[in-house]
């Protein structure tokens, strides 16, 4: 099992900046991918970011926020981090970070993280 907890968010102005983090202990070692979803209301659950546990550490981002998140990883702490620049409005939501990992094979299975609220507001 992977065990994710959330921190960083909080209120913020727009144009302002907020750095998530996601710190996983368990079976750290069996994770292919990390990576933060978010949900706002009336909206559907939405892809943010992802990173992959590979060498190398590709990275994926949704077209709302290329140019202004960057998502990253510390092996040492086995965290990865959202950094969130030049935030909007449109930003404000419920943050997950998730694990992707692998049992048996090719079986994968995803963990979460319990949330962390964004709101972006004057």
């Known amino acids: 099992q992977v065990q994710l907890v959330e921190s960083g968010g909080g209120l913020v102005q727009p144009g302002g900046s907020l750095r998530l983090s996601c710190a996983a202990s368990?079976?750290?070692?069996?994770?292919?991918?990390m990576g933060w979803f978010r949900q706002a209301p009336g909206k559907q659950r939405e892809l943010v970011a992802t990173?992959?546990?590979?060498?190398?550490?590709?990275?994926n981002y949704a077209d709302s926020v290329k140019g202004r998140f960057t998502i990253s990883r510390d092996n040492a702490s086995n965290t990865v981090y959202l950094q969130m620049n030049s935030l909007l409005p449109e930003d404000t939501a419920v943050y997950y970070c998730?694990?992707?990992?692998?049992?048996?094979?090719?079986?994968?299975?995803?963990?979460w993280g319990q949330g962390t609220q964004v709101t972006v507001s004057s």
């Open positions: 998730h694990a992707d990992r692998v049992l048996r094979g090719a079986l994968t299975v995803r963990s």
């Open positions: 368990g079976s750290i070692f069996s994770i292919l991918a």
């Open positions: 990173i992959s546990s590979a060498s190398g550490g590709s990275t």
